[in-house]
């Protein structure tokens, strides 16, 4: 049986450990295509945050101390730039819904659907209520890419939480831990594109630890 997969952000501590580790498979009950990645794309230049200037897209401005940064985020190919800039976007707007503490964040059900919108705002719900925030750069890279047609699409991806760190809400205390393999996180996602042509998230899995990501 398939388990939805939660959204891992950034190495979130309780009681000194992480508060995730792998999670298992999503099914949001596509009858489209229902494949997640396939070929790689060759990264060109490293960059912060998609700016948010597509029409209608939410304007998100994460806290001073939070940074995400997507290394090698653009391939050159306008319709896989697309898809990788709606990916960009779902990410901040997560790490933004956790560092304010909002699971019913009205960004989040724009950038995701199905299965996998219920996950992300069970996931923010959860850190909030145990008292946590984030702070800290999370760097994505590594970026995958399959444009399957007009309407879906895979991405795989990896975040460096090395420099991502779990915050305690009430006092501000930052609960730095020991980088090990366990910083590094590989997300397999599946998108489709709705009708006001934003690429929605419909599924995504993660594994802590993956060789593919670690340095």
């Not at 396939?38 to 304007?59: H, M």
């Not at 391939?75 to 019913?104: C, E, F, H, M, W």
């Not at 059900?109 to 705002?121: E, I, N, R, V």
Request: proline letters at 3%; a neutral charge.
């Amino acid at each position: 049986m398939k388990r939805r997969a939660l959204p891992v952000t950034a190495a979130l501590v309780a009681s000194a450990a992480l508060l995730l580790t792998a999670c298992g498979g999503g099914d949001d009950g596509s009858k489209s295509n229902d494949k997640i990645v396939g070929a790689a794309t060759d990264g060109t230049k490293g960059s912060a945050s998609p700016s948010a200037s597509v029409t209608g897209r939410p304007e998100i401005t994460l806290p001073s101390d939070l940074t995400d940064t997507f290394d090698g985020w653009k391939t050159g190919d306008p319709a896989k730039d697309a898809v990788l800039d709606d990916v960009a976007r779902r990410v901040d707007v997560t790490n933004y819904a956790i560092a304010q503490g909002d699971p019913s964040l009205q960004a989040l059900s724009f950038y995701y659907s199905g299965g996998a919108l219920a996950d992300a705002k069970d996931w923010v719900e959860s850190i909030a209520k145990d008292g946590y925030s984030i702070t800290g750069t999370n760097r994505y890279y590594n970026a995958k890419i399959d444009v399957f047609d007009s309407s879906s699409a895979g991405v795989v991806y990896c975040e460096d939480q090395s420099k991502a760190f779990a915050k305690v809400r009430k006092t501000g205390k930052v609960l730095k831990t020991e980088v090990n393999d366990d910083a590094y996180v590989i997300y397999t996602t599946r998108l489709e594109k709705n009708k006001q042509g934003v690429w929605q998230t419909t599924k995504l899995t993660s594994e802590r630890g993956s060789k593919s990501c670690t340095p």
